[in-house]
């Protein structure tokens, strides 16, 4: 398809980059392109729009007219809305702006298409008949190259008046979707227009709230390209569960960190060897004896300011890092709205644990039918460094959206969480969170499995009760006694900003 915008090859290439690194433009194009055959070539054009520091349209002609007419179109009323100078000095040679730019005008396109008051399935095929007339065309034209040089008259008319034909059904069709686009509704470009104008605004507000809810999770946006990480930040802008749920996660990590400090657990440490330097508490007996002689005192304090005092070396044991950490979510229907938001915002402040623990961390959101439930291999331990690096943005929100909805088991999830700890045999001192809210049967042959795991594996399960009204004064409810009977230890969620916080978020 023939293009509006004159483009060169470092311009297709950052198209083709856009095209490959963004799945919501590319998820457009795709549809768009099932509606007309030349909404590739919009969506190139629109983007070079954006992306191009120096803008040069092609002319049109009687060729291309129709067939670029709805590009044309768009392009045009890009060029001129008021704000287009103001939202090009933000996209100009970056490719993650005018990409989520590009998406953005496109899917307004899209969804003005797909409207059926506007155009029906026979108006769209005109469209799709006029290019494949175009094609059928280039290849009528080249038979008939080929019979006037075997010198065939006759195949050679016959071919001509075949070509005369499909050009008159190809304008035919063009004529008809030249029409439609003449009458797109006003509501289109006033559309375009002010999406323009509001889209610098978007953008800086898109990145603003992906880094304020990236921190609120302990998160980052890496892992994606930077038009998926503005596609992600404008989700957030209209996404208050989001928002609510990062706020609880915010509240729960001072109260973790917090408890956590205040049980510091001491290494090991042997003397090995003696060395040089200036540490007083392990200093040589023979050195200290000097601070007693007038003369050796002088000495005494010139060797401490070099550092070349004699010491003992310390040698620390660095603790095993431990096990996998699990943390099963029910997402029974019980559950639903604030008890989901409290159990997530505990699973999510686990993870900081984990992460600051170096370990393998697993979310696991289940309910009655096995089919639902699904795992979120949220955290990978690093070999190096202190602590692992913060999950994708766009990996918890898949985590913090997901709710199946239904009845409550526990067999599946907690099978899922032994499975991962048996991928991990090395690692000693695993554990498994159940954060739920209510009672699951559970089977004898299944018990007695799964008791023997946790004495074959060494792992604790865990469990934390989401309270009726989580958040909220009132008295306090029963324990499931499934719960009681399965778990090393219960905490609820109404206790986790006072002490018994502890037994949850200083146990794993």
């Known amino acids: 398809m023939p293009r509006v915008v004159l483009s060169d090859a470092f311009d297709e290439k950052a198209w083709e980059r856009a095209c490959a690194d963004s799945d919501a433009l590319a998820a457009i194009l795709a549809s768009g392109a099932a509606l007309h055959p030349g909404f590739e070539e919009l969506g190139a054009d629109v983007f070079h729009s954006l992306f191009k520091y120096t803008l040069t349209l092609v002319p049109a002609s009687d060729s291309t007219r129709a067939r670029t007419a709805l590009a044309r179109q768009v392009v045009g009323w890009l060029h001129t809305a008021p704000a287009f100078a103001v939202l090009r000095a933000e996209t100009v040679l970056d490719e993650a702006r005018s990409t989520f730019a590009a998406r953005l005008v496109l899917g307004a396109v899209l969804r003005t298409l797909r409207r059926s008051e506007l155009f029906d399935a026979d108006d769209l095929l005109a469209a799709f008949r006029a290019d494949q007339g175009e094609a059928e065309l280039e290849d009528l034209d080249e038979q008939l190259e080929v019979a006037r040089e075997l010198g065939e008259d006759t195949a050679a008319n016959s071919i001509q008046a075949e070509m005369d034909a499909a050009r008159s059904k190809i304008k035919r069709d063009e004529a ?14 006033s559309g375009l227009r002010d999406l323009t104008g509001s889209l610098p605004d978007r953008m800086d507000e898109a990145e603003g709230q992906l880094e304020a809810v990236g921190q609120g999770f302990g998160a980052t946006g890496s892992g994606h390209g930077g038009a998926d990480k503005l596609d992600l930040g404008d989700q957030l802008l209209h996404n208050e569960k989001l928002k609510r749920l990062a706020d609880l996660v915010g509240a729960f990590r001072p109260a973790a960190r917090a408890f956590r400090r205040e049980k510091i657990e001491r290494r090991p440490a ?72 409290w159990a997530k915002a505990v699973a999510l402040t686990l993870l900081e644990i984990a992460r600051r623990g170096r370990r393998y961390f697993r979310a696991v959101v289940f309910s009655h039918n096995p089919k639902d439930l699904r795992t979120f291999d949220l955290l990978a331990a690093p070999r190096t460094g202190l602590r692992a690096p ?47 809210d209510g009672q699951a049967a559970v089977s004898d042959p299944w018990r007695v499995a799964f008791d023997r795991a946790r004495i074959r594996l060494g792992f604790q399960l865990y469990g934390v009760v989401v309270d009726p009204d989580a958040g909220r004064r ?35």
Not at 176 to 189: E, F, G, M, V, Y
Not at 391 to 417: C, I, N, R
Not at 422 to 429: F, G, N, V, W
Not at 492 to 503: C, F, H, K, P
């Open 176 to 189: 008809r979707w030249q029409a439609l686009i003449d009458a797109l509704p006003t509501s289109l470009p």
């Open 270 to 341: 042997e003397i090995h060897a003696v060395e040089r330097g200036n540490a007083l508490s392990r200093l040589l007996p023979s050195e200290a004896a000097a601070l007693g002689h007038r003369i050796l005192r002088r000495d005494f304090l010139r060797r401490y300011v070099e550092g070349d005092l004699l010491q003992y070396a310390i040698e620390a044991n660095a603790p095993a890092q431990k096990g996998p950490l699990v943390v099963a979510v029910d997402g029974s229907g019980s559950m639903r709205g604030e008890r989901e938001l």
């Open 390 to 436: 913060p999950p994708p943005v766009a990996d918890l929100m898949k985590f913090a959206e997901y709710f199946p909805s239904g009845g409550t088991d526990f067999q599946a999830p907690l099978d899922a969480a032994v499975a991962l700890i048996e991928e991990h045999p090395k690692l000693k001192r695993a554990d498994i969170v159940l954060i739920t």
């Open 474 to 508: 009132g008295p306090p409810q029963p324990t499931p006694a499934i719960l009681t009977t399965l778990c090393d230890r219960v905490s609820r969620v109404s206790d986790l900003t006072a002490d018994g916080a502890r037994d949850i978020f200083v146990s794993v």
